[in-house]
């Protein structure tokens, strides 16, 4: 089938085609009942249950397309997002819009110096090689750090053209080049701190904390799509996030224990057959439930029953 001539009519949702946050998106899709099927090798694949076709593309590019509204949907990093925007400043038509920020991919962007050498700040960074993918972030900050040292004191702001900082683009790999001679200093990313440790680094400053997101270009082919496809995707987040939580609890109690869960909006009470006791059903944060659990058996809880929740809308 050709492909191309079967997006007329279809919005476009773009996915990254490969790294660090493909798998958690395409699990999302999954858990929106978003069906498709990817031939091997294209990167275009056409969603049997909605009109939508996913465009599989680098992170990278994807602010560019969503950003032009090339494509009306798009899953991302924001710190991809602040690059594209630190090149292409966004107009009152182009330029992604945040839609939601989807809970996985959590890195900083930061500014890495090898341990224990010469340079111990930013600052000292000034007029140095810097090697970077994100060139564009790069410019700003050492844009705004020469500024702030040397510009502050004659009141001029500096630009690109007039920047001392040399900003090297360099495709991956980056923690590499300093111990190749390549730079001073890098801008890169860090989850875990593994491969700055491993490539004898330290961070001295964080340019962007970053998240993957959900975008939409300003003007979409389909808004009421846009907006289905968005609700479904923070259905699935709210239920990776929260359990359920049932416990049973003598009725005075409760205030203290409503303390403890107060649930999203407010928790589910209903009559034992018992004289005096609840039953008590709420949603909690995943991240506090064992805490949580303490604290209701501390109070009087009894039979706590923790569940997974499949979908939530
Ligand atoms: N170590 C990490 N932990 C969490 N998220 C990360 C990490 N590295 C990158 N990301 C996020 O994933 C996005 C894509 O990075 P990734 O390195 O996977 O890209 P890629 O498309 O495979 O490109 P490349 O070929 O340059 O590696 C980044 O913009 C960032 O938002
Ligand atoms: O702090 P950590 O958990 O070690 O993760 C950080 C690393 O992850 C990313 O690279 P990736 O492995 O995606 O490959 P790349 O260097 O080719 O971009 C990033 O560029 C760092 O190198």
């Known amino acids: ?31 929106s009942d978003i069906q498709f099927r990817r031939d091997h090798r294209l990167d275009i694949a056409l969603v049997k249950n909605h009109p939508i076709a996913l465009v599989f593309l680098p992170a990278a590019d994807i602010p560019t397309f ?13 710190d991809q997002i602040c690059e594209h ?31 224990n050498g010469p340079y ?4 000292d960074l000034i007029g140095r ?4 993918s994100f060139a564009g972030l790069s410019t700003k900050y050492f844009e705004a ?39 001073d200093g890098i801008v890169d990313l860090v989850e875990s701190g593994e491969t700055m440790k491993a490539a004898g680094l330290e961070a001295i400053d964080t340019v962007v904390e970053s998240k993957a997101v959900l975008i939409r270009s300003k003007h979409p082919s389909n808004p009421e799509l846009v907006d289905k496809i968005a609700g479904r995707i923070k259905g699935v987040i709210a239920a990776q996030r ?16 409503t303390k403890i869960t107060p649930g999203k909006r407010a928790p589910t009470v209903t009559a034992l057959d018992e004289p005096n006791w609840v039953a008590v059903n709420v949603m909690v944060e995943k991240v506090k439930i064992a805490t949580v659990m303490d604290d209701l058996a501390s109070c009087g809880a009894e039979d706590i029953l923790v569940g997974n929740i499949a979908n939530s809308r």
């Open 1 to 31: 089938m050709d492909l191309v001539n079967h997006l007329e009519g279809r919005l476009l949702f773009a996915v990254p085609k490969k790294g660090r946050l493909q798998q958690a998106a395409l699990d999302l899709l999954a858990g």
């Open 66 to 78: 969503v950003g032009e509204g090339r494509v009306d949907l798009g899953i991302t990093g924001r």
């Open 85 to 115: 925007e630190a090149v292409t400043p966004p107009t009152e038509d182009t330029g992604a819009e945040e839609v939601l920020d989807l809970g996985f991919g959590s890195c900083q962007l930061q500014v890495q110096v090898p341990k």
């Open 120 to 123: 111990k700040e930013p600052k």
């Open 129 to 132: 090689n810097i090697s970077t």
């Open 145 to 183: 750090l020469e500024a702030q040292y040397a510009g502050a004191a004659t009141g001029d702001s500096i630009t690109s053209k007039q920047l001392r900082t040399k900003i090297k683009y360099l495709g991956g790999s980056v923690e590499a080049a300093c111990a190749l001679g390549v730079a």
């Open 242 to 257: 929260y359990v359920t939580c049932t416990y049973n609890i003598p009725r005075k109690l409760l205030p203290t224990a």
